[in-house]
């Protein structure tokens, strides 16, 4: 993939403010590349359902 | 006083698509539904989720999720195969049916490894279900389902202080606790579960 650098894990153990820390993994696609790549990870479906109801039932 | 009035209270809730541009965070927790709706075409929000996706990873947002998520994701896809093969009024009685179930493998298949290339594009990190257990008791009384508490508690232990959904029950988390960052057709249903639940 265009974009793609060597995978990295930081093995550092963070956490914003609260008590759980935990390994950061590093992006492995370059920051010009990002936008499309995102776009590429679509899943095209037949049908769309209501998410929430789908996982939670409502 | 501006001609349009007062704006509205916030209650803590904010649109990942407001006119203005999206907000630029440092680090935010995904919810099941946010995630599903970017990667589903077809999906009512799916161009804007999909949008706000493309500006964290862009900006360089750290993403943090619970393990729930995937699994949340693959009876998605499961609901998604259901539906294609037999319809929304025939979806509860056909759940195991054979048909659906190879149908749902194959879309669960193409999701899960869509996910984590998705995932390629962020600073990432992933709780499990076990890290966040003990914050569970006091965001059920809030009221919320217990698949939603495993995603705020998430965001409450590790002190991340936006969750970003398609899935305005986030609301019933206290105000001061998590900004919830959502769709902008959700925003009044959001801060409605935010007024209740002060």
Known sequence: ?58 | MSPGGRPPLTHNVVAFNPAGGAPVLAGVVLDTSFVADALLVGQPRHAACLGFLSFLAVWGTTVYFNRLLELELAEVAYKVAIKVRFGTRRARQMRTDGRALRRASRLADRLAPNWEGALANFSWARAEIEDVVDELPALMRRGLASYDAVHAATALKLGVGHLVTTDSGFGLVRQPDLTIVTDQSLLVACRRHRKRSI
Do not use: I, Q
């Open chain 1, 1 to 58: 993939m265009a974009g793609v650098t060597a995978s990295k894990e930081t093995g550092e153990r963070s956490s914003p403010a609260g008590a759980l820390k935990l390994r950061v993994h590093k992006p492995k696609v370059a920051k010009v590349d990002r936008a499309a790549s995102v776009r590429a990870s679509k899943v095209r479906t037949k049908a769309s359902v209501d998410v929430v109801k789908a996982v939670r039932g409502r």
